[in-house]
């Protein structure tokens, strides 16, 4: 975990799982490095919010996997799930639901699946397409910490590559043009500077 700059009320923070995201974020708002993972971004993200003082909302910015063909560039997402967890099962053991779906404000129509699983297989994609659109490894973590704290949150991720053979290359590879346009939602849609 790592935090640049300061949290200050009444302006967003920043939140990204690594630095190769955040390469072209030339801002002076706070920006949160999470680490990957779920474990990684709940915990960095509620570890700031707990110390306060608490942004104006949280914008988490980073990278996908596409799940369908032909799905690229920058989407608002609009519902999170986790596709590691087998809630339905856990329901059935202890008769609490565990790990639903949750929907954003302000987000779009796009559904992203999160898991703490690379998805660089064609098997794995396509039995996550059924659920959703996008896959990633940190925001429904982050969507749940935020909620906690009572803080709006925002998602929104660049496709990096097709979530199947060959998508760790394909993110190393796109991983820069990724944070490029990264950057420049971010400077459209935030208020980047004082």
């Known amino acids: 975990m790592e935090l640049i700059g300061e949290i200050a009320a009444g302006r967003p923070l920043l939140v990204l799982a690594v630095k190769e995201e955040a390469q072209f974020l030339d801002t002076d708002l706070p920006i949160l490095l999470t680490g990957m993972g779920k474990v990684n971004a709940a915990t960095a993200l509620a570890t700031v919010l707990g110390r306060g003082p608490r942004p ?3 914008v988490n910015l980073g990278t ?5 063909p032909g799905w690229t560039g920058t989407h608002v997402v609009g519902k999170v799930l986790q596709h590691d967890l087998d809630g339905e099962l856990l ?4 008769g609490e639901t565990y790990g639903a779906p949750l929907t954003l404000p302000d987000g779009g ?3 992203l699946a999160t898991g703490d699983s690379f998805i660089a297989d064609a098997d794995a994609r396509d039995r996550l ?4 659109s996008l896959v990633d490894m940190e925001a429904y973590a982050l969507a749940t910490a935020a909620a906690v704290a009572g803080v709006p949150l925002r998602v929104v991720k660049h496709v990096s590559d097709e979530a199947g053979d060959g998508a760790a290359r394909s993110w190393r590879e796109s991983v820069a043009h ?6 420049d939602w971010a400077a459209e849609h935030t208020p980047y500077r004082s």
């Open 64 to 68: 996908a996997g596409a799940l369908r």
């Open 109 to 111: 129509a796009v559904t």
């Open 129 to 132: 397409a059924a659920l959703a």
């Open 91 to 94: 329901a059935t053991l202890t």
């Open 178 to 183: 990724c944070a490029r346009a990264l950057a």
């Open 56 to 58: 104006s909302g949280v």
